[in-house]
């Protein structure tokens, strides 16, 4: 009697669950073990979009399709190097997938970088996200705010620091975020691109909502509205750049909308150094006008302007953390890969049976679309290898063996089950308050909700 191909998947988000379900629906005879740091699956999703996008939330209801599937085990709580080595792993699977993602914010080399005040993106979108492994607590007492980068993520950032709490109360944000923004004293929120509209990364549709808000003025001036040759080729090439250009042209020429909260975008502007007061906190920053250079791209201009601003986020892209045991190229932060396979970073061999798929495999660039497509190509390869024999068979194949050596060890791992427990408890709490659910934040009580009386 055959048995079903074992695969360990690491990472519960987007990335993994698309993995597993073309696994699922290749024809092959899979069971799946999807291995999950947290408590809860979904990853980035619940962990990196922020509360008031309900429309990309609503990705979980395919994800949770996808989670219910028999061939699939969800195994929560459980850090791969620590709670069970990759090299143990291979003694249950015949094949490992690692699709870890990034949550942490990639570095920019300026002076005054590390003041106090100067943070991360991705720091502040662990706090307002209620992800456990970021504080509780935030400073918001700056009234006029940076954000360095153009793309989705420094609007998120923006757009949550020009809103007020109570806008943002009928999301699931949970208690310790509402009393934050409560305190929240920014009155401008100044976005900075050091190229021009035509390279901005932005989506449409969330620049769009940007001026959904009654308590937001979007604020563009008309003399960054400029392209080169290169950038009209772009806004013909691409259906969706020419859609935020129009945008960001409506913002640049209409009347004054007179918001309490100004949000300003700016083009050309190359951040250069973060100035701070005699205690180390941020008090200015200085950006470098830039301009076309005839070439296609841009060249500094030599006019340095100073900003009030206390308080800066830099949203240059997430950065992936090391996996223990796994290659990892630290200079590009992603796993060594031949598109699929993990490579031995110095001899550029493939190491049988492991393969990455997503942000850990590729960098932190693309949209859900791009996850898919990026899963198929390593999935394509996986079950090529399989099909001809070239995965090392593993020693203890039973589905129930892995789950022996966790009990063995005492590790409280959460399952699928557990997250309908956990899932009803937070839309429990939101309903009590005529909100459709409030995150739990607690690591341990996040845990402790998963294993409630409900999974016994």
């Excluded at 502007?269 to 301009?291: C, F, H, M, S, Y």
């Excluded at 953390?321 to 970073?345: T, Y």
Aim: negative net charge; glycine residues 10%; charged residues 30%.
């Amino acid at each position: 009697m055959t048995r079903p191909l074992r695969v360990a998947v690491v990472g519960s988000g987007p990335a993994g669950i698309y993995a597993s379900d073309i696994l699922i629906k290749s024809g092959q005879d899979v069971a799946i073990d999807l291995y999950e740091k947290m408590p809860a699956p979904f990853g980035l999703i619940r962990y990196g979009v922020a509360p008031d996008h309900p429309r990309i939330k609503g990705i979980i209801k395919s994800l949770h399709k996808v989670l219910d599937q028999p061939q699939i085990k969800l195994l929560g709580n459980i850090e791969i190097g620590t709670d069970i080595t990759v090299e143990e792993l291979h003694e249950f699977y015949d094949a490992i997938i690692f699709a870890t993602g990034a949550t942490g914010d990639r570095d920019l080399d300026i002076p005054g970088i590390d003041l106090e005040g100067s943070r991360g993106a991705a720091e502040f979108v662990g706090f307002y996200d209620g992800n456990p492994n970021f504080q509780r607590e935030w400073d918001l007492t700056a009234p006029h705010v940076a954000v360095i980068g153009v793309g989705n993520v420094a609007l998120d950032v923006a757009r949550i620091l020009a809103k007020t709490a109570d806008e943002l109360h009928v999301t699931e944000i949970p208690d310790n975020v509402y009393e934050g923004l409560g305190a929240n004293a920014a009155d401008e929120v100044h976005i900075f691109g050091r190229r021009g509209p035509g390279n901005a990364k932005f989506t449409p549709l969330e620049l769009k909502e940007l001026d959904h808000s009654p308590t937001i003025e979007v604020i563009v001036d008309p003399e960054d509205i400029i392209y080169d040759e290169a950038a009209e080729q772009a806004r013909r090439d691409s259906k969706t750049q020419d859609l935020v250009c129009q945008t960001l042209e409506q913002y640049a020429l209409r009347e004054p909308k007179n918001a309490p909260h100004k949000l300003f975008i700016h083009f050309f502007e190359a951040p250069v150094e973060i100035v701070g007061d005699e205690n180390g906190k941020v008090t200015k920053l200085k950006t470098e006008r830039q301009e076309y250079d005839g070439k296609g791209g841009i060249r500094s201009t030599g006019k340095i302007t100073e900003w009030d601003i206390q308080a800066v986020y830099r949203a240059v892209g997430y950065r992936s953390d090391e996996v223990k045991g796994v290659p990892f190229d630290h200079r590009s932060a992603v796993i060594p890969n031949d598109g699929g396979h993990v490579i031995d970073a110095e001899t550029r061999d493939r190491i049988p049976g492991l393969y990455t798929t997503g942000w850990i495999k590729r960098g932190p660039v693309g949209l859900i679309g791009n996850t898919k497509s990026d899963a198929k190509e390593t999935t394509d390869m996986l079950l090529s290898d399989y099909r001809t024999g070239k995965l090392p068979a593993p020693a203890k194949p039973e589905r129930d063996e892995v789950l022996q050596l966790l009990d063995d060890r005492g590790i409280a791992y959460t399952t699928w089950k557990g997250w309908y427990n956990l899932d009803a408890h937070e839309r429990a709490l939101g309903e009590a308050e005529g909100r459709e659910r409030k995150k739990v934040v607690e690591w341990d009580d996040m845990v402790k909700y998963t294993h409630s009386e409900r999974d016994n």
